[in-house]
């Protein structure tokens, strides 16, 4: 498939209908997210009603109708989605691309009774979902959890504590990765599980509708069916699945977020007159304008490419996500910045949205693997494939 070729009309009318969506029902509340650190209920009860918990699921899953038939269009249609979401407001799309992650790691690897249970349950959006990976002194090496999980009987008993858990004070179900005696292994954790405490962290740098939170865990019991995959596939299977698929949603993300910097961007400068003429027309100008339209089209173009990689589910899905994600996420940095630079002194002032897309911005090289693991993770897929 041809990533640089038009649009399909199904891939078009997806793209408009995600940005229709976004526009109307997540953007005017994207200052009030940031400020008052919370997603309002009406905005995920719109996200629910125009489907999109179910997207970027199998449709045996309970995704939508018409994602076996063309894999490759559903994960574009994905991409649309998480593009028009961070263009709207990058909480919002931090908290559906959890959902996604910890949601996509069960679908994959779910046995038959736990996706018969929980699928109807998360594509329907009535629950939510997160990945409890990280912990206080553990963050890009999961193979080192502390958190540790015995078993007990024909079940487990779990103890330990997560930290930096997007969506932690407000999801509903977590994928929870924990060591074992038989290695890694992930479990359901359901929020109202006896001995799970949540402890919201307050006052974030950006990104503040994440509702961030520390899970401490102590002696909880979970049942066996709360196993998801084989002991020792933790990491290296269950993990990797929603790590995947949260670089490919972010990078995505990145593109929307990066994109609303450059619409603010190009309206201030053909409004913003100085020395007699429109700052627009200044080549000083131009420049930082030719730059971040260039580098947004270059990130889109390789979200594409991932996601075609994805639909085909090719060799090649790991690392296009990754690179995806490690252009994207510094691109919106620098696009941010441009912008901001673009506005002055209004960049910095509480009247335009660009102080706040400044700090989202820069939660994008920290969050789903930052920018030097995804150097290491990048060179290492290159010294896999080897000399040409």
């Not at 940031?34 to 009406?42: F, G, I, Q």
């Not at 865990?217 to 998801?228: F, K, N, Q, S, T």
């Not at 929603?242 to 994109?259: F, K, Q, T």
Request: hydrophobic share 50%; proline share 4%.
């Amino acid at each position: 498939m041809n990533i640089a070729a038009e649009v399909t009309s199904a891939q078009a009318e997806a793209r408009a209908h995600w940005q229709a969506v976004a526009q109307a029902e997540v953007a005017p509340f994207a200052r009030q997210i940031d400020r008052e650190a919370a997603v309002p209920e009406a905005v995920m009860a719109a996200l629910r009603e125009a489907g999109a918990f179910a997207s970027g699921f199998p449709e045996a899953f309970g995704g939508p109708a018409g994602a076996q038939g063309d894999p490759v269009g559903a994960a574009l249609a994905h991409g649309a989605l998480h593009e028009a979401l961070g263009r709207a407001s990058a909480s919002v799309q931090g908290v559906l691309n959890v959902h996604h992650m910890g949601g996509s790691a069960l679908a994959r690897w779910g046995s038959a009774a736990q996706k018969a249970h929980w699928g109807p349950l998360l594509t329907s959006g009535a629950t939510r979902c997160a990945i409890a990976i990280t912990e206080p002194e553990v963050g890009s090496d999961a193979t080192a959890v502390r958190t540790r999980a015995e078993v007990d009987g024909d079940g487990w008993v779990v103890s330990g504590e997560k930290a930096w858990i997007t969506c932690g004070a407000s999801a509903d179900l977590f994928v929870l990765i924990a060591a074992s005696a038989a290695g890694p292994v992930a479990l359901l954790l359901p929020r109202e599980a006896p001995g799970l405490s949540i402890a919201p962290i307050p006052d974030m740098l950006g990104c503040r509708g994440y509702a961030m939170a520390r899970l401490i865990l102590e002696d909880v019991r979970l049942p066996g069916e709360a196993l998801l995959g084989k002991p020792g596939f933790g990491v290296s299977h269950v993990a990797a699945t929603g790590l995947e698929s949260g670089r490919h949603n972010l990078a995505w993300g990145c593109v929307g977020l990066a994109e609303a910097c450059r619409q603010a961007a190009l309206s201030h400068v053909q409004r913003r007159a100085q020395f007699g003429e429109k700052i627009a027309e200044f080549q000083l100008v131009q420049q930082l304008i030719a730059r971040m339209s260039t580098e947004i089209h270059a990130a889109r173009l390789m979200c594409r490419s991932a996601a075609v990689a994805r639909g085909q589910r090719a060799m090649t899905a790991a690392k296009e996500a990754t690179m995806a994600k490690y252009f994207a996420s510094t691109m919106v940095g620098r696009v941010a910045k441009d912008a901001q630079q673009l506005h002055g002194a209004a960049g910095i002032g509480p009247k335009t949205p660009l102080e706040m897309y400044f700090r989202d911005a820069r939660i994008m090289e920290v969050i789903e693997g930052t920018t030097q693991i995804l150097e290491v993770m990048i060179a290492r897929f290159s010294y896999q494939e080897g000399p040409a």
